[in-house]
């Protein structure tokens, strides 16, 4: 009859996913590939003698309870209220589209960001400071810095103001508590001012004591983290001896604070450090926007609040050159770290890249294939996560051009394909970008340019 479907494209999408032993129902905007929901058991800031465990209790040890409380066992399925609307996520921000962010359903997510507590933690209000470390996840670039699931700590400090009455008001116990912490003897490049009209505003709720105290705070209590970071990665090059002692006291020391912009805090900066050659950005922070403490209904308490990517800090620390290496289970990477200690890690020997072009014609915009009407670069990284995992090292968008007639547009992605653990052959490479153009011509309508 008419409705039996002989020719049936896609398999239809599961009714639910099951996810840490729930069932969610899926809708259309489910994106949630097994790739990335197989690393939620993995919980790899929770193995004692990984390095983002070890970097995780190094951070912890510089902001000691009572005063902070830990929390490290936060389920990374959350609302799209907690991830995005608590936060003042306007509702256009494109952190929230199907590019960028894995949804489970309309209403569910795998947080993009440890923030996504913030809220909640703040209403439970149950200390001055507190700290959470999580796996997250984004669609985003394919490189050594990035990868589509790593690890955020999340901290904050909050005063109550009346609290601080007695004492003068917030801005001068905060100040007492500044002058009262050491030195941290390393050298920060901070040109910008504690707010600026336009660029990194005030708050109408503070005073310009309380927001230059509150920055002042967090800078100090960061650049601490930092500079112990340093310190003891130094040391550990040291001990290593021989080239990575040389390399790793040779690149001098280079730190700075840019500002930043998110819609939970300001003003907001980001910390960025030097390293293999780029400045690489190490945290997100901010002086807590009070909307966030008066919806959570302590209106009183006002203080600051950071991320930090703690792969990006274990890099640095132990010298590990790909952040794709923290996924390894190989024992060559595993059995060399010890709960406790910061060493400084021994890469196996360097097997070769390979790279490989790709270009491509896109669809005509406005046409639709498989239900995609557009093609967004985080498109072309997923497509190669899913065909090559770990063994892709790098993707970039080398060449885009739009055909002055045709109005066609047109991409190359030059793909580095390189396995952490043994040389791939280029055959293997060669399937591998077989099977990625198939995607790209099958599921988006692309025509391969030869
Ligand atoms: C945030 O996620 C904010 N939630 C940080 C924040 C918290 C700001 C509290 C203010 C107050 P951002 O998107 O910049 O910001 O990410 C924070 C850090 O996570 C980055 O600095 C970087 O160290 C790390 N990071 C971001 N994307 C990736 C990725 N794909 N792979 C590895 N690390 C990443
Ligand atoms: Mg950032």
């Not at 790209?440 to 391969?448: K, S, T």
């Amino acid at each position: 009859g008419k409705n039996d479907c002989i020719f049936v494209e896609e398999p239809p999408s599961p009714p639910t996913i099951q996810l840490e032993g729930r069932h969610y129902p899926t809708d259309e905007w489910t994106n949630l590939p097994s790739h990335i929901s197989s690393a939620l058991s993995r919980k790899l800031h929770l193995q004692p003698s990984h390095p983002l465990s070890i970097t995780r209790r190094l951070i912890e040890s510089r902001f000691p309870g009572p005063t902070y409380q830990y929390h490290n066992n936060l389920s990374p399925i959350v609302s799209v209220h907690q991830n995005f609307d608590s936060l003042g996520f306007p509702i256009d921000h494109p952190g929230r589209s199907r590019t960028d962010t894995y949804y489970v359903n309309k209403d569910t997510v795998l947080r993009t960001h440890t923030s996504a507590h913030q809220a909640d933690t703040f209403r439970s209000g149950t200390s001055d400071g507190f700290l959470i470390s999580a796996d997250v996840y984004r669609r985003d670039a394919i490189d050594r810095s990035h990868y589509p699931v790593f690890h955020q700590m999340e901290g904050a400090r909050m005063w109550s103001r009346d609290g601080c009455k007695a004492r003068g008001g917030v801005a001068a116990v905060i100040m007492e508590d500044i002058e009262s912490m050491p030195k941290h003897g390393i050298n920060v490049e901070d040109p910008n001012p504690p707010f600026h009209e336009k660029r990194n505003p005030l708050q109408v709720e503070h005073t310009p004591e309380e927001a230059q105290a509150v920055g002042a705070h967090l800078k100090l209590c960061l650049e601490h983290v930092v500079a112990e970071v340093f310190g003891l990665a130094r040391a550990g090059a040291v001990a290593a001896g021989g080239a990575g002692a040389e390399g790793a006291s040779e690149e001098p020391l280079r730190v700075r604070w840019v500002e930043a912009y998110f819609p939970f805090t300001s003003p907001s900066w980001e910390l960025e450090v030097y390293w293999q050659g780029n400045w690489l950005e190490l945290l997100g922070c901010g002086v807590v926007q009070q909307s966030l403490p008066k919806n959570a209904g302590v209106p009183d308490k006002i203080g600051w609040a950071f991320g930090v990517g703690l792969e990006r800090v274990a890099m640095l620390l132990f010298g590990i050159p790909d952040i794709r290496l923290f996924w390894s289970c190989d024992k060559r990477f595993l059995g060399q770290f010890k709960k406790g200690e910061i060493s400084r890690f021994v890469p196996f020997s360097k097997f070769p890249p390979c790279y490989k072009d790709i270009a491509f014609w896109l669809p005509r915009s406005g046409s639709s294939v498989g239900g995609q009407v557009s093609f967004h670069e985080n498109d072309m990284m997923e497509i190669v996560r899913n065909v090559a995992g770990d063994l892709a090292e790098d993707v970039k968008l080398i060449d885009e051009f739009t055909h002055p007639k045709t109005g066609r547009k047109s991409l190359c992605f030059r793909i580095n394909y390189r396995s952490l653990e043994r040389t791939l052959r280029n055959d293997e490479a060669n399937s591998l970008q077989q099977m990625v153009k198939r995607v790209l011509v099958e599921e988006f309508g692309a025509e391969v340019r030869e």
